[in-house]
T-cell receptor, first 114, second 112 residues
Framework: GESVGLHLPTLSVQEGDNSIINCAYS??????FIWYKQESGKGPQFIID?????DKRQGQRVTVLLNKTVKHLSLQIAATQPGDSAVYFC?????????????FGKGTTLSVSS | NAGVTQTPKFQVLKTGQSMTLQCAQD?????MYWYRQDPGMGLRLIYY???????DKGEVPNGYNVSRLNKREFSLRLESAAPSQTSVYFC???????????FGPGTRLTVL
């Protein structure tokens, strides 16, 4: 089946740098995408979402970009802080799925050093 | 609001034993989900319930059963646990709309 994947399993940055986490998806029928943050020993926490009729959405220190032409999703974190260290997952929802089940990628581990 | 709660937090079973993982949400959400997460992997959907009274299989349903007891509660049962079911189990819920899911803290299950 089609699934969501991430380009890199790990990303290491310095505190204060901007981080970019990438995700590729293969299902052009997907109409909704979410980024989750998962800290060690905890459940995933919602960061930001975007609909397929948008190209960009901004939150507090985070921006999600959606490029439907190449089926690419990215999460940008500005001024990365040590507290941003976690595993980040992208997830998609297929328009033809019953209910609202999400398909998750494998995750990117972000490590922020001081 | 407590959000999504799960019990127990940790559990160790022997092969062949049975157990039920409990999940409850207090957000009046219609949809609830059970996922498993294995090391280095994303979350894989086991079962979900789009609304009270309905349940559907996800990507990896074999070896599991679910019960949507009422709108608040959605339980996951392992009838005969196997070592391959060693994992962290997450329950989630979502309301009307696009589908943002809220997750519980997880249950870490080890099957010996």
């Amino acid at each position: 089946g089609e699934s969501v994947g991430l380009h890199l399993p790990t990303l290491s940055v310095q505190e204060g740098d901007n981080s970019i986490i990438n995700c590729a998806y293969s299902n052009s029928a997907s109409d909704y995408f979410i980024w989750y943050k998962q800290e060690s020993g905890k459940g995933p926490q919602f960061i930001i979402d975007i609909r397929s009729n948008m190209d960009k959405r901004q939150g507090q220190r985070v921006t999600v970009l959606l490029n439907k032409t190449v089926k690419h999703l990215s999460l940008q974190i500005a001024a990365t802080q040590p507290g941003d260290s976690a595993v980040y997952f992208c997830a998609e929802k297929e328009a033809n799925q019953a209910g609202t089940a999400l398909i998750f990628g494998k995750g990117t581990t972000l490590s922020v050093s001081s | 609001n407590a959000g999504v709660t799960q019990t127990p937090k940790f559990q160790v079973l022997k092969t062949g034993q049975s157990m039920t993982l409990q999940c409850a949400q207090d957000m009046n959400h219609n949809s609830m989900y059970w996922y498993r997460q294995d090391p280095g992997m994303g979350l894989r959907l086991i079962y979900y319930s789009a609304s009270e009274g309905t349940t559907d299989k996800g990507e990896v349903p074999n070896g599991y059963n679910v019960s949507r007891l009422n709108k608040r509660e959605f339980s996951l049962r392992l009838e005969s646990a196997a070592p391959s079911q060693t994992s962290v189990y997450f329950c989630a819920s979502s309301g009307q709309g696009l589908g943002e899911q809220f997750f519980g803290p997880g249950t870490r299950l080890t099957v010996l």
